[in-house]
């Protein structure tokens, strides 16, 4: 079978982007990024704002551009990448030890009473059909609860090994240290409602809220679509987190799929998180980017990764800037981030 895509030598791949006008500062280094990094990393990853034609590679480079730029722009990226693999693995972190805490204290830290199905809900039904013509019927629960949850229950390996014998226990804050993120979030959301509210009030910090009554505060998260909010932006933060540790490109990076999905006035009506009409929302605004993992994290009691997401954003773009300051508008909206810190704190430090 011949491919469309043949194997190009460094020469070749250096031949083929002079051949579209790309221009090289140094064509030994360029040589060298190709080799350890890749064309497919470095080029196909970065070029968009470079060609003329992003359908059509052969119809050339903008005036002026060159393989340096492009380079700058890939180690950005990286570096942006590393921070956000960083920045959701504090909250992931502080959100497992949320879970954690709230089992122990609205169930039990007894791993034979936490892990029974009546605290949990069904979730979606599967279908199998048996090789003797039956057809077996299994749900989320009984894969969280028989294979997620078994699996670090019965492993060999510590902590878990040194709790069962030492302590013939595996409690919830030791079982989450097993459990990748996509787990965790399977877990809270196959909870009762009482684990679920009671996580999200004392991730939010709405449990040290005094001053009100039950009621007021429960139609306070109602009418604040609350609950809504705080699902939406876990599968928005896994999404980024599983694109961050797999070497995906993130500074102008939007899911469809995990986007934002419905406008929480709590989100989008609050100046300490985000100020934007339901007209800007529905053209996909501040639903899926930088921007909004950066803001969006603001909500949380524990700011650690907000503070840290926000302070290596304005480090690191300012960084590359200093070598293509006119990149500042073009990264500023692809990641969303026009009236955030990061973009203040970049135009001061012009003055």
Avoid: C
């Avoid at 002079?18 to 990853?45: H, W």
């Avoid at 992003?54 to 903008?62: A, L, P, Q, R, S």
């Avoid at 590393?82 to 089992?103: G, W």
């Avoid at 073009?330 to 970049?346: C, D, G, Q, S």
Wanted: proline share 2%.
């Amino acid at each position: 079978m011949n491919s469309d895509k043949p194997f190009k030598d460094i020469d070749e791949q250096i031949n083929i982007l002079r051949q579209r006008k790309l221009g090289f500062i140094t064509e030994s280094s360029a040589k060298d990024s190709l080799r350890y990094y890749g064309y497919y990393e470095i080029i196909n990853g970065y070029k968009h704002e470079f060609v003329n034609n992003t359908n059509n590679d052969n119809d050339g480079y903008k005036s002026g551009s060159n393989f340096e730029h492009i380079y700058a722009l890939y180690k950005l990226d990286n570096e942006i990448r590393n921070t956000m693999r960083e920045t959701l693995e504090k909250f992931e972190f502080s959100f497992k030890q949320s879970l954690a805490y709230i089992v122990s204290r609205d169930i039990s830290e007894n791993q034979n009473r936490y892990t029974a199905p009546s605290h949990y809900n069904a979730g979606s039904s599967h279908y199998f059909h048996r090789r003797n013509g039956r057809i077996s019927i299994t749900t989320d629960r009984d894969t969280l609860l028989n294979k997620t949850f078994q699996k670090l229950l019965n492993s060999s390996f510590d902590p878990y090994r040194y709790y069962k014998d030492e302590h013939g226990n595996i409690p919830p804050w030791i079982l989450v240290k097993g459990l990748s993120f996509g787990n965790t979030i399977y877990w809270f959301k196959l909870s009762k409602k009482k684990v679920r509210e009671d996580v999200i009030d004392r991730m939010l910090g709405l449990d040290t809220i005094s001053g009100l009554d039950e009621n007021t505060l429960v139609a306070f998260k109602t009418s604040q679509k609350i609950e809504q909010a705080f699902s939406d932006v876990l599968n928005l933060y896994l999404d980024y987190r599983n694109l961050s540790s797999h070497g995906g490109r993130i500074y102008n990076h939007k899911s469809e799929r995990h986007k934002i999905r419905n406008y929480s006035p709590f989100i989008y009506q609050n100046n300490n998180i985000i100020r934007l009409s339901r007209a800007d929302f529905r053209k996909n605004k501040l639903r899926s980017s930088v921007g909004t993992i950066l803001r969006t994290l603001n909500m949380f009691k524990n700011k650690d990764p907000f503070f840290n997401l926000e302070v290596m954003l304005s480090i690191q773009i300012q960084n590359h800037l200093k070598n293509y300051p006119e990149d500042f508008d073009f990264l500023m909206n692809e990641m969303e981030l026009r009236e955030t810190y990061v973009e203040r704190k970049i135009i001061e430090d012009k003055k």
